[in-house]
């Protein structure tokens, strides 16, 4: 997945993509300038290697360090050649005593070795998405009749014994427990306790399709069980994308009766249900709901996260400020995000301050994008859905999709904010905010010509992180981007740009829903 920035550090490479022939990728080469006719013809199993070349280079070279870099067995993270087994059940007899496995297959495909993993007693971390629902029920029935886990399918982070599987922040140990159904939710909540003191003890992935009506939550609910019993965990939250009314209710159902500890529930974008206990803590976003752990948790928690969260009356100022900046002409909101559930927290905040926005991944069918690679009006786009990433690597990893997208909305005059989220930890870009600042700063410039645009962007990492919070903050703010503690903010503010004051009069009603 990493193939094409490898490609593009070679010396004599002006620019490079590596992916297979997807209509989605075959788009990108063409607005790269990267498409050549034998690629036009490529299909969606066919790998597209297509390199620009500097002069003074022979392409010949080149295309022969590339071919070494295809070629070459992958390597492990302290620079030793990863070993390669061809079965699971060689890797079962090489790793005596594993007791965790990642799989990582087309989703057709990942049903068997799942199951075989799982009745040679192997916990999973099924990174696949698309795997079959019948088939995810009967993998997570078995592991639950075992005692086992099935975290996914779709599962993109956990944390476990501090370490990151999948997309993962470097957070301090600590005594909260996660479970969740949204991987850049883990990811948003770790690294916010990070910030206020407090830490993980452990974060469980299970997958966007857990919370669906056909698994009913099965695997959040052995995960409950089992952060109950972990005699390292104080305290639990849980993260959702608004599952439907029938599983929040087993799900709390099942809280209610057997869990012990304070719960923190963040089901994104919903009221606190009918029948809440009151042991339980609801909140609608992810910053609210790490303020309300914050306040629970007593000490100095809550005063570091007052510290880095700015009132209403801060916020409102800025937003009249940047208003201010902007030309008259000068009216929508473009998302343009690397996490899903990012994604989704800013859809359903701006569904409560300026009414349902366009997306690919809309919040009702009515405000589908006809074409996922044209914005219209007030639009936010996943650029991690399955429409952008079939055959290609996600946008935390590859940021050329996400910079093209960048020019694109900023050539749009009635474009007043273009809004980031960058997303850094263990699977990511090496320096996903860096590989932004030239996309930024060109769109800045270009729009200065008339009356100016914005560009936002909310960092979601840590200083212990391989890219370093602080430098990765200042190298955006230095392109020229506005930054924020938390998405739930940047989006706020974004609404207000937009929506002037009828937006910032809806905010200031629901402020202690979506802040307190």
Known sequence: MR?????????????????????????????????????????????????????????????????????????SSEGTRTRILHSVGSAVEAMEGANLAVVSLPGKQAFEPTMELLRNGINVHLFSDHVPQEQELKLKRYASSKGLLVMGPGAGT????????????????????????AGTGIQE??????????????????????????????????????????????????IAKTPKAKVIREVMDYVNRETSKPVVACFLGLDPPKFADTRVTYAKTLHSAVHRAARASGGDAENEFNSISPSFDQLSRAAKALRARLGPEREFVRGLYSGGTLAHETLLIFRELIGEVYSNTPLSDRYA??????????????????????????????????KLR???????????????????????????????????????????????????????????????????????????????????????????????????????????????
């Open 3 to 75: 193939l094409s920035e490898d490609v593009k550090k070679l010396e004599g490479v002006d620019d490079a993509v590596v992916s297979m022939g997807t209509d989605t990728n075959r788009r990108l080469l063409q607005d790269l300038g990267l498409l050549g006719n034998v690629s036009k013809s490529a299909g969606d199993g066919d790998l597209i290697i297509a390199v620009r070349v500097r002069g003074g280079f022979a392409v010949t070279d080149v295309m022969a360090k590339v071919e070494q870099l295809v070629m070459a067995p992958p390597v």
């Open 369 to 402: 994008l006809e074409d996922p690679n044209r914005s219209r009006g007030n639009s936010v786009v996943d650029l991690g859905d399955e429409s952008f990433t079939a055959g290609r690597a996600h946008p935390m990893i590859d940021p050329t999709l996400r």
């Open 189 to 238: 909540v770790s690294i916010m306790l990070d910030r206020v003191g407090l830490g993980v003890s452990a974060a469980l992935g299970v997958g966007g399709t857990d919370v669906s009506e056909q698994v009913g939550g099965l695997m959040m609910k052995d995960c409950l069980g089992l952060l109950e019993k972990d005699g390292g965990t104080r305290m639990i939250m849980i």
């Open 158 to 181: 956990s944390i476990i014994n501090g370490v990151g599987i999948g997309f993962a922040n470097s957070v301090r140990r600590g005594d909260v427990g996660i479970v969740a159904s």
């Open 406 to 516: 960048i020019a694109q909305e900023a050539r749009d005059p009635a474009v007043a904010l273009v809004l980031l989220d960058v997303v850094l930890g263990y699977g990511s870009s090496d320096d996903p905010g860096g590989a932004l600042t030239g996309a930024i700063g060109d769109a800045l410039r270009g729009a200065r010509k008339g009356k100016g645009l914005a560009v936002m962007a909310h960092v979601c990492g840590t200083e212990t992180d391989p890219q370093s919070l602080k430098a990765q903050s200042e190298k955006l703010s230095g392109a020229g981007a506005l930054l924020f503690p938390s998405n739930a903010l940047l989006s706020a503010e974004a609404a207000m740009v937009v929506g002037g004051e009828t937006a910032s009069t809806r905010l200031k009603q629901k402020w202690s829903d979506f802040f307190g």
